[in-house]
């Protein structure tokens, strides 16, 4: 005789289990749902032995169709770089200002300077090319060697204070701790500031101003303006590099910071620095 439980409602045979006095019935799954389920494991093993899917030591098993994704993607690639290097050819051979002649070009140049910037460049200059502290912002029209696309390209393919290129951009500010007095270095700290905004010390202005003229307008200008040929910054406009506030613009003063930007003309070639170069002239801030 079954001792297994029949469900008085039902009349159907139960699994046995119980929780908190509900039992489950033993129904049988539809069919259907069971050829199902065994066409897809027909499936399966069919396709495994079609295409490739196996993994081996080295390998895989190749299938009976000898189709594989691989190939599909090698052929889309390779016509890829068929197309592509029509462009390259074309920027290769043409100048900065053709290549912005030519809106076609012009676009696939900025595209692959996009992407070479985000290779090689977002380190320093962030992924919006907005800098950071030390790293200028290349979207602002502040430059310390020009904005122009033959000024850019220069400072890419060269870099700046670069040793082992002989072209490298150079510019040192001394460190006038060794020149000028404490007081000095605060009274021209404070005219600086008031180029853009107000000192702590407005009676330090005057005095810093002659002191700047003595010993900064040479580089800076004497209107402060800078100098593009030597790297010179801008003081009047209230874009600052490597110091911030009046406390930083004595620091600088004193012991000045200068960065360093590696040449990336032999290390991309010089069709990769046009794209970079257009890429960064169309940010917004290029002249």
């Not at 098993?61 to 050819?89: C, I, M, P």
């Not at 090689?120 to 030390?134: K, M, P, V, W």
């Not at 220069?154 to 001394?174: K, L, N, Q, V, Y």
């Not at 020149?179 to 009676?203: F, H, N, Q």
Request: negative net charge; contains cysteine.
């Amino acid at each position: 005789m079954s001792d297994k439980h029949i469900d008085d409602l039902s009349g159907v045979e139960t699994t046995g289990h119980e929780w908190d006095g509900i039992r489950e019935l033993n129904n049988p799954m539809p069919r259907w749902w069971v050829w199902t389920f065994y066409v897809t494991i027909l499936w399966a093993i069919g396709y495994t032995i079609a295409f490739p899917a196996w993994p081996l030591i080295s390998s895989s098993t190749q299938g009976l169709l000898g189709w594989h994704s691989r190939a599909d993607f090698v052929a889309e690639v390779t016509d890829a770089k068929a197309a592509q290097n029509v462009y390259l050819e074309k920027i290769a051979s043409s100048s900065l200002e053709d290549i912005q002649k030519d809106g076609e070009l012009m676009q696939f140049a900025v595209a692959g300077g996009a992407a070479a910037f985000k290779i090689n460049c977002i380190q320093c200059h962030g992924s919006g090319a907005e800098g950071g502290n030390g790293y200028p912002n290349l979207n602002d029209d502040d430059w310390l060697w020009g904005g122009t696309v033959n000024d850019i390209h220069t400072t890419i393919t060269h870099g700046i204070r670069f040793a082992e290129d002989a072209d490298t951009r150079i510019s040192e500010m001394p460190a006038f701790a060794e020149m000028l007095k404490a007081d000095e270095i605060r009274e021209v700290a404070a005219y600086v500031v008031s180029l853009t905004g107000t000192p702590r010390d407005v009676s330090m202005v005057q005095p810093g101003a002659q002191i700047f003229a003595d010993n900064c307008a040479s580089c800076h200008g004497e209107d402060a303006k800078g100098n593009r040929d030597m790297g010179a910054p801008n003081l009047a406009d209230a874009i600052w590099l490597k110091a911030h506030g009046e406390d930083g613009i004595i620091a600088q003063i004193r012991a000045p910071k200068h960065g360093l930007m590696p040449a990336w003309g032999e290390r991309l070639g010089d069709t990769t620095v046009k794209q970079l170069t257009l890429f960064v002239h169309s940010l917004g801030g290029g002249e």
